[in-house]
Nanobody
């Protein structure tokens, strides 16, 4: 019954940056958390994930080297810092959580997650 709320999306020019936040009323440290994105007419794509407790992270090929996922334990949020944005990054970005995972496990498959936010739109203009 945990609710995830994404924020931080918007319109940015190519080469710019955005910082997305995934928030919950509970503590996110007990959950593995991932970011996914989906553009119109395309499949949902893995972007980044952080393990329960925040010790390990993983990235999709499109995000590696440009995006950084992190936990803010005081705010109970998971952040996605996106730099060097490209028009190809334009999509709705979704936060997802999976409770009960082992520490250190990074989940990259959408089917592994059981809780999803409503998404936040990121649009990158050329």
């Amino acid at each position: 019954q945990v609710q995830l709320v994404e924020s931080g999306g918007g319109l940015v020019q190519a080469g710019g940056s955005l910082r997305l936040s995934c928030a919950t009323s509970g503590t996110t440290s007990y959950y593995a958390v991932g970011w996914f994105r989906q553009a119109p007419g395309e499949e949902r794509q893995f972007v980044a994930a952080v393990s329960r407790g925040g010790d390990n992270t993983g990235y999709g090929d499109s995000a590696m080297g440009r995006f950084t996922i992190s936990r803010d334990h005081f705010k109970n949020t998971v952040e996605l810092q996106m730099n060097s944005l490209k028009p190809e990054d334009t999509a709705a970005y979704y936060c997802a959580a999976r409770p009960g995972t082992s520490y250190g496990v990074v989940l990259s498959q959408a089917t592994a997650y059981t809780i999803w936010g409503q998404g936040t739109q990121v649009t990158v203009s050329s």
